[in-house]
């Protein structure tokens, strides 16, 4: 039970390029969210799915799209990315109802 | 709207020192309550939660929290600090019935002095 799983842990891209980042989870949780962490910032929430087919903007999703195909399977997308995208993301899901956040490994993305 | 409030970003204690990293919140439904530490290079890790019931929630590591509904606040306390304790603290609030949406504050940074 490997809870929640992001690849790639590393990732430097150029600026204008685009890439996806992928979150798996095996716990068969509806709810499934992706976060940014910068310096100061807390983290803040980009985009987020309560079920397959489902999916909505969060706090800063400009420049970023999601789809939600199956329960397992969240994955990020930045479509041109830019300097101001680099950041630490994480993916998290929860249950709902109070039970608490799982949170991946996270993805530490540079674009230069 | 939710929002939290962690002031100050960094506090530093002495190793058997009280730890107390503030936290308040703004929330217009009954909120849950949320208190991650994040170690260098790691991810986030739940130390404890306030869902419904007991104010005083106990979590790992030694540590708990109060949920003051006057003062919107959830303070999270350690009576003796460790030196393992050295990380960085989050304060989150999930308003009930939005379960995607944990908003979190800015962090604050512990370090503990031997």
């Given at each position: 039970?490997?809870?929640?799983?992001?690849?790639?842990?590393?990732?430097?891209?150029?600026?204008?390029?685009?890439?996806?980042?992928?979150?798996?989870?095996?716990?068969?949780?509806?709810?499934?969210?992706?976060?940014?962490?910068?310096?100061?910032?807390?983290?803040?929430?980009?985009?987020?799915?309560?079920?397959?087919?489902?999916?909505?903007?969060?706090?800063?999703?400009?420049?970023?799209?999601?789809?939600?195909?199956?329960?397992?399977?969240?994955?990020?997308r930045l479509l041109s990315a830019a300097p101001s995208q680099t950041s630490v993301y994480f993916c998290a899901i929860t249950q709902g109802w109070g039970g608490g956040y799982t949170f991946g490994s996270g993805t530490r993305l540079t674009v230069v | 709207a939710q929002s939290v409030t962690q002031l100050g970003s960094h506090v530093s204690v002495s190793e058997g020192a009280l730890v107390l990293l503030r936290c308040n919140y703004s929330s217009s439904v009954p909120p849950y309550l949320f208190w991650y530490v994040q170690y260098p290079n790691q991810g986030l890790q739940l130390l404890l939660k306030y869902t419904t019931g007991a104010t005083l929630v106990k979590g790992i590591n030694g540590f708990e929290a109060e949920f003051k509904k006057s003062e919107t606040s959830f303070h999270l306390t350690k009576p003796s600090a460790h030196m393992s304790d050295a990380a960085e603290y989050f304060c989150a609030v999930n308003p009930t019935g939005a379960n995607s949406k944990l908003t979190f504050g800015k962090g604050i940074t512990l370090s503990v002095r031997p």
């Amino acid at each position: 039970n490997a809870g929640v799983t992001q690849t790639p842990k590393f990732q430097v891209l150029k600026t204008g390029q685009s890439m996806t980042l992928q979150c798996a989870q095996d716990m068969n949780h509806e709810y499934m969210s992706w976060y940014r962490q910068d310096p100061g910032m807390g983290l803040r929430l980009i985009h987020y799915s309560v079920g397959a087919g489902i999916t909505d903007q969060g706090e800063v999703p400009n420049g970023y799209n999601v789809s939600r195909s199956t329960t397992e399977d969240f994955p990020l997308r930045l479509l041109s990315a830019a300097p101001s995208q680099t950041s630490v993301y994480f993916c998290a899901i929860t249950q709902g109802w109070g039970g608490g956040y799982t949170f991946g490994s996270g993805t530490r993305l540079t674009v230069v | 709207a939710q929002s939290v409030t962690q002031l100050g970003s960094h506090v530093s204690v002495s190793e058997g020192a009280l730890v107390l990293l503030r936290c308040n919140y703004s929330s217009s439904v009954p909120p849950y309550l949320f208190w991650y530490v994040q170690y260098p290079n790691q991810g986030l890790q739940l130390l404890l939660k306030y869902t419904t019931g007991a104010t005083l929630v106990k979590g790992i590591n030694g540590f708990e929290a109060e949920f003051k509904k006057s003062e919107t606040s959830f303070h999270l306390t350690k009576p003796s600090a460790h030196m393992s304790d050295a990380a960085e603290y989050f304060c989150a609030v999930n308003p009930t019935g939005a379960n995607s949406k944990l908003t979190f504050g800015k962090g604050i940074t512990l370090s503990v002095r031997p």
